[in-house]
């Protein structure tokens, strides 16, 4: 099957939409077309510090609501502070006003402008993690990649899709819940669009064995959270085989749906069996 390569179509359902992120329980995608975008005429960085992660989340709600559309929404909360990072491409004029416009509103919501310097850096060095998991973790035997964490009490790293109305109560419900476990969080964020939540979270204490089942009991309820609040328990990175047990929670009656497109597109369950909870 070939799909055609067009931005838009209203001929029927789109068929490529129900291959991607299917995690190949479908089928397998051989090939894709790639549309390439121009270089952009102007590209600006800016940064802008909050002592309050409601303070950035409001800012980044109300440039949205606005229209502006920053390349880079990084809205960060770490032990170090609250940085908001953003970079606005495109035409010069039209980068002038959207990088004006959002300044002005993280003014008003208490930011402090840091300028383009810790957004710029950001940029340049995000890619730190992956290539350092390529020289320690890609490309090795299973047992190589998962005794770099054996003997560590564990972390877990949540990417939610919440109503952006749910964001801060989920943020608050969770840190109770984290509080009662002996969790904490090393790292809130906020990525592309206010919708879009993250934690990192890590144990306080306690011996490895421990520590990972209180985390992995805390982080089971926190999805479970999310979902309860009309969100999503991963908007980034898949179901994969560590969450699977709770998609057909999340889907409802939908599950049924997609367990009859898979009957229907592969009757004798020979691709990638037991994804998706089929």
Known sequence: MKTRAVPNQSSGPSLKHLFIGSEGVFGIITKACVRVFRLPE???????????FQQGFNAATEIFALGVRPTL?????EDTGIIFHMLFEGFQEGVAANEKRALRVCSQLGGRMLGPGPAT???????????????????????????RWRSRRGFDYLHLGLPISQVLEYRRRCDSMMAKAGLRVTEYAIWSRPELFSMLIV??????ANSRKRLEET?????????????VMEYCHGVGVKLNH?????MGVGQEVVQAIKQAL??????NPGKLGL
């Open 246 to 250: 709770l998609l057909a929670r999340e």
């Open 121 to 147: 850096t950001y940029w340049e060095t995000r890619r730190q993690s992956a290539e350092s998991y390529k020289v320690s973790a890609l490309g090795k035997p299973r047992s190589v990649r998962w005794s």
């Open 219 to 231: 982080v089971q309820q926190m999805l479970e959270l999310a979902q309860d609040m009309g969100g």
């Open 42 to 52: 102007s590209q600006v960085f800016q940064s802008v510090a909050f002592d309050t």
């Open 203 to 208: 144990p306080k204490s306690g011996t490895a």
């Open 73 to 77: 929404v990084d809205l960060t909360e």
């Open 266 to 271: 592969d009757p004798n369950n020979i691709m």
